[in-house]
Each structure stands twice: as C-alpha cells, then as structure tokens.
C-alpha cells in the first residue's frame, strides 16, 4: 500500500511538473483575460493545492532519489511561476488602465453625440 501510495504521489507531483511546464508555454506576456486563460489557472491552482497537501504531509522528506529529483524540479518552477505571473500582473494593470481609458474615451464622444443631436433637432 505504501508503495502504491508513493507512486501515486510521484504521478501527481509529475503531473503539476507537466501543467505547470504547459502554463508555462502557452502564457505570453501579454494578459488577454480570456476564458482559456481562466481556466487554466484555476487548473494550476489545483495542481499546487494537491502538491501542498503532499507536502503537508511530509513528503518533502522523502529519501527517495525520483522524488528528490521532482521537487528539485517543482521548486524550480515555483520561482518561475512567480516571476511569470508577476509580468502577467503588470500586463493585466496595464490592459485594465488602457480600457479604463478608452471607456472614458467613448462617454465623452456618447456625450458628444447626444448633445449635436440636441442642438441640431
């Protein structure tokens, strides 16, 4: 059972590798805020959850080599996952200011139109 469950554990921590290595690849820098995009990082947050929960449960300890190896990997995706959704961040203020801007842009010419309509009527 035990070994079941360590192999089991090595899947799941090989599959975050692997959707973290597919965020990683799919992800440009600039942040379009579309429905793919979403759902793919609700699925990276249940990838990191399920790690945490094995992590929580001591398997950082593990004396396994396969293992040790996984997470040397793993914790080198964590620290690019922070930089790459830091840039995402910035990405994402951006687009929302440009939008911001461009709303303001349209009520002001809404504005405009309703009032040469007014005066022209």
Do not use: P
Not at 40 to 58: C, F, P
Request: charged share 25%; hydrophobic share 45%; with cysteine.
């Amino acid at each position: 059972m035990e070994r079941m469950n360590r192999a089991g554990q090595l899947d799941l921590l090989r599959r975050a590798n692997a959707q973290l290595g597919d965020f990683f690849a799919r992800c440009g820098a600039a942040v379009q805020g579309t429905e793919e995009e979403i759902q793919t990082l609700i699925q990276l947050e249940r990838a990191l959850r399920s790690v945490g929960v094995l992590l929580d449960a001591g398997l950082e300890e593990s004396t396994n080599r396969v293992m040790q190896d996984e997470f040397i990997v793993y914790r080198a995706n964590l620290v690019r996952l922070r930089s790459v959704l830091g840039t995402l961040q910035k990405s994402a203020a951006g687009t929302r200011a440009r939008l911001f801007v461009r709303q303001k842009h349209l009520q002001a010419a809404r504005q405009w139109s309703a009032a040469a309509r007014a005066s022209g009527a």
